[in-house]
């Protein structure tokens, strides 16, 4: 395969990736940390880590509006719940 088509289809992937986290805003990023050890923040992070590598200055607040579609401040109003005892025991379980 070529370089440029590979990266057109991990673009893709991606774009794919974001659209259904999009779609499945109930999917809370603890849910995710516990199932997946990673989450939308962390997608954020490693956007802003390629960002730097390609010297572009994206911050982490740019990444997450990038990755959550909007500001995370709007989208932590809207669509996240708090924490259950049951979600933070687990999360606690796998940090061990």
């Known amino acids: 395969m070529e370089k440029n088509t590979q990266t057109e289809i991990e673009a893709a992937v991606f774009r794919r990736l974001l659209k259904h986290l999009d779609d ?44 959550y579609g909007m500001p995370y401040s709007d989208w932590k109003a809207k669509f996240q719940k708090p924490a259950t005892e049951e979600q933070l025991a687990l999360f606690d379980a796998r940090a061990k």
Not at 30 to 36: C, E, P, S, V
Not at 47 to 56: P, S
């Open 24 to 67: 499945n805003k109930d999917v809370q990023n603890i849910d995710l940390m516990n199932l997946a050890n990673f989450c939308r923040n962390c997608l954020s992070k490693w956007y802003v880590t390629e960002a730097k590598k390609e010297q572009l200055a994206i911050d982490y607040e740019q990444a997450r509006e990038i990755v």
